[in-house]
Every structure is written in structure tokens, then in C-alpha cells.
């Protein structure tokens, strides 16, 4: 199995900070990989695909980026509704897996 | 708008088998080139991806849970459905079911998710 490994697992940040976080492939996975949104108590919500593709009705603010194994998923200005967990998601090769979230809070 | 609703029984007993459904609307289960899948995630951890449906009925499985899983499609009436085998405590989770586009595997589409307990 691919292993997805996300950083920071956990990160504080205030209304319109620019925010990072890093996913790593055990194994290059091309620029097949996908960022969720998750907020308490819903579904994930695509954000990107194919590493650096925003899915339609997703802000400009989010954008994404990396192949083969380095992959970051940058937010350029927080909004308060951006406060969530965040995840990765390796679609190369099965089985597919996910990274192990990052929650994004507010500082 | 496509949407997704999961249904089913939310409380299995251990060594039973959990079943659950998941009905599509607004589009055809059959229309496009789309995969459909299950994954689940146990309160307050991660995402783990079961498995996935073609319509033409071709299924690719978590070797962690293959032994243990079936996904079958029924396109008469939009529905494709997860049943699990043998399960134990560490199988309840709130449970998604999801739609991947084509060749990519990343999922645009979800249900809101059921929580399925497992307990005697």
C-alpha cells in the first residue's frame, strides 16, 4: 500500500493567514493525489485534483501543488469558514488511501 | 445535482454482517464513466476507502478487507450497496458512499454518511 503521511497533523492560524500543508507519498504516485475538506460531522469535500486542478465552486484561495511524492495544499488568506481538517488522498494505484488529516484551527 | 444517500441498519451485532445501500439521484448510475465506492471512517480518525463498483459490475477491494467485503450494483434502481462480513467492534464508523469520474480515482461526489455501531 501507498502510505500518505500529511504535516503539520495539527496547525493554529488566524483570519487571513497564508497556511501550508504537506503531504508525502511513500512512493511516487505521479500528480495523482487529492485534497479533501472535512468540517465536524460531513462528508469530505473535494478541493483539488490532480495534485493542482481546483474543483468547480472551490475558492481561488486554495490552490495545490507537487508531484511524484511532495505534494502541499496552500490556503492564501484564511476565511473563518476554512477552519477544518484537511486530507489527502493518493488515486495512482489501489488500494487507495488517505493521509491522516490535518486540523486547521483557529489561533 | 447529483446526490448520494446511504441507508441501513445502524446497529449490527459482532459476527453479523453489515449491510447498507446507497441510492443515487439526479443522474444515472449507469450514465457517464463512473466508479462507485464505499469508505468509512471510525469516530475521530481517518478515511479508509473499501471499495469500488464499475457498472458494468467489475469491483476492485481494500486487500485489508477483501476477504470480508462484496459491492453490487443494481442500475433498475440507481442503487449500489456494501456488505461486510464478520464484523467486529472495530468495524463501526460512520460509513461513505462516493462517486470517482473515469480514470481518476478522487471522489467529487459524496453522501452525508451513516454511522453503523457494532455491539451486542
Known amino acids: 500500500d501507498i502510505q500518505m503521511t500529511q504535516s503539520p497533523s495539527s496547525v493554529s492560524a488566524s483570519v487571513g493567514d497564508r497556511v501550508t500543508i504537506t503531504c508525502r507519498a511513500s512512493?511516487?504516485?505521479?500528480?495523482?493525489l487529492a485534497w479533501y475538506q472535512q468540517k465536524p460531522g460531513k462528508a469530505p469535500k473535494l478541493l483539488i485534483y490532480?495534485?493542482?486542478s481546483l474543483q468547480s465552486g472551490v475558492p481561488s484561495r486554495f490552490s495545490g501543488s507537487g508531484s511524484g511524492t511532495d505534494f502541499t495544499l496552500t490556503i492564501s488568506s484564511l476565511q473563518p469558514e476554512d477552519f477544518a481538517t484537511y486530507y489527502c488522498q493518493q488515486a495512482n494505484s489501489f488500494p487507495l488511501t488517505f493521509g491522516q488529516g490535518t486540523r486547521l484551527e483557529i489561533k | 445535482q447529483v446526490q448520494l444517500q446511504e441507508s441501513g441498519p445502524g446497529l449490527v451485532k459482532p459476527s453479523q454482517t453489515l449491510s447498507l445501500t446507497c441510492t443515487v439521484s439526479?443522474?444515472?448510475?449507469?450514465?457517464?464513466?463512473?466508479?462507485w465506492s464505499w469508505i468509512r471512517q471510525p469516530a475521530g480518525k481517518g478515511l479508509e476507502w473499501i471499495g469500488r463498483?464499475?457498472?458494468?459490475?467489475?469491483?476492485n477491494y481494500n486487500p485489508s478487507l477483501k476477504s470480508r467485503v462484496t459491492i453490487s450494483v443494481d442500475t433498475s434502481k440507481n442503487q449500489f450497496s456494501l456488505k461486510l462480513s464478520s464484523v467486529t467492534a472495530a468495524d463501526t464508523a460512520v460509513y461513505y458512499c462516493a462517486r470517482a469520474d473515469g480514470v481518476a480515482a478522487d471522489f467529487d461526489y459524496w453522501g452525508q454518511g451513516t454511522l453503523v455501531t457494532v455491539s451486542s
Open positions: 512512493q511516487g504516485i505521479s500528480s495523482w
Open positions: 439526479g443522474g444515472s448510475i449507469s450514465s457517464g464513466s463512473y466508479y
Open positions: 490532480a495534485a493542482s
Open positions: 463498483i464499475y457498472t458494468s459490475g467489475s469491483t
